[in-house]
């Protein structure tokens, strides 16, 4: 089983849709969570990091299941613009020695 | 699959000294490999693009002389930070595709570089 697995998609969803896609990681000693958004053939951005409470940034939505090992990315009200893929990243240890794990990313395709 | 890997995770050097950095792609050959640098605030920014066996192309501000980078097979991409100074040090990522036209990037975990 892979650390860090998400669905590749492609999620074709039409515009003013709401979406949502799972990031399960194995390690339950897992410190982070973060979301980054690429488009293609660029760097990845962040997006927004996940906290234990669940946070909120605009359209966006992001929350984390410890129990079932899973962080979930809801965007709402989709745009044209969100197309891209969305990488999950998992850091393991300690601000001093510290590993990034990173999900292969889910594609999203925004429809008019 | 799809799993990369980097070496070292964590390296450690005095000031004017060179680093190399190991990028490999374990079950899969990659055509293209990039390198990204990461800022304190974890955004990402790419440094070069190489695809096997050709030179890399840099993107704009980073200096090839200073930042080598070689993809010399299917499956090994080196970056080698030459006369290292205190702001080299940084998180240094890579990432690797399959071929040059996918879209996919399967990312390594990263080698922290600290320069005394």
Not at chain 1, 69 to 85: P, V
Not at chain 2, 18 to 29: G, N
Not at chain 2, 43 to 54: K, Q, V
Request: with cysteine.
């Amino acid at each position: 089983r892979k650390e860090v697995e998400q669905d590749p998609g492609p999620f074709n969803v039409p515009e003013g849709a709401t979406v949502a896609f799972n990031c399960t990681y194995s390690n339950s000693a897992s410190q982070s969570f973060f979301w980054y958004r690429q488009d293609c053939r660029k760097e990845p951005k962040l997006l927004m990091s996940v906290y234990s409470s669940g946070n909120e940034d605009g359209r966006f939505t992001a929350q984390l299941n410890r129990a079932s090992q899973y962080i979930s990315l809801l965007i709402r009200d989709s745009k044209l613009s969100d197309s891209a893929t969305y990488l999950c990243v998992v850091i393991l240890g300690t601000d001093s020695n510290y590993q990034l794990i990173w999900g292969a990313g889910t594609k999203l395709i925004i429809k008019p | 699959g799809a799993v990369v890997s980097q070496h070292p995770s964590w390296v450690i050097c005095k000031s004017g000294t060179s680093v190399k950095i190991e990028c490999r792609s374990l079950d899969f050959q990659a055509t293209t490999m990039f390198w990204y640098r990461q800022f304190p605030k974890q955004s990402l920014m790419l440094m070069a693009t190489s695809n096997e066996g050709s030179k890399a192309t840099y993107e704009q501000g980073v200096e090839k002389d200073k930042f080598l980078i070689n993809h010399a097979s299917l499956t090994l991409s080196t970056l080698t930070v030459t006369s290292a100074h205190p702001e080299d040090s940084s998180f240094y990522i890579c990432s690797a595709s399959r071929t040059t036209g996918t879209d996919t990037q399967y990312f390594g975990p990263g080698t922290r570089l600290t320069v005394l």
